[in-house]
Nanobody, 118 residues
Framework: QVQFVESGGDLVQPGGSLRLSCVGS????????VGWHRQAPGNQRELVAV???????NYADSVKGRFTISRDNAKKTVYLQMNSLKPEDTAVYYC????????????WGRGTQVTVSS
């Protein structure tokens, strides 16, 4: 099972940008499907972006065209570039992994707080 440490969250004004990072621990990191999820207060956790071992990518409709997920397997790191941020993007962001792609997501880390506010 992969353990992650997320970082990069901050307070940013609407329209601003942030890049989140999550560093994984697994020796076969490149084999995992990795997803960025978020949870706002009072809401369920939602998947916002996912990248497979073959670099297939999907996004939630709410972030398409604004967020970009990428991975660097040599660094065991997955990134989430977030542009044109909106107040509704405010949430705790988590990354998680699974193998194979049909498996359930693993255990959750602490996440990183993103706050979009003027």
């Amino acid at each position: 099972q992969v353990q992650f440490v997320e970082s990069g969250g901050d307070l940013v004004q609407p329209g601003g940008s942030l890049r989140l990072s999550c560093v994984g621990s697994a020796s076969l990191f490149s084999m995992y499907t990795v997803g960025w999820h978020r949870q706002a207060p009072g809401n369920q956790r939602e998947l916002v972006a996912v990248i497979t071992s073959g670099d297939s990518i999907n996004y939630a409709d709410s972030v398409k065209g604004r967020f970009t997920i990428s991975r660097d397997n040599a660094k065991k790191t997955v990134y989430l570039q977030m542009n044109s941020l909106k107040p509704e993007d405010t949430a705790v962001y988590y990354c998680n992994a699974k193998y194979p792609v049909t498996a359930s997501w693993g255990s959750w880390g602490r996440g990183t707080q993103v706050t979009v506010s003027s």
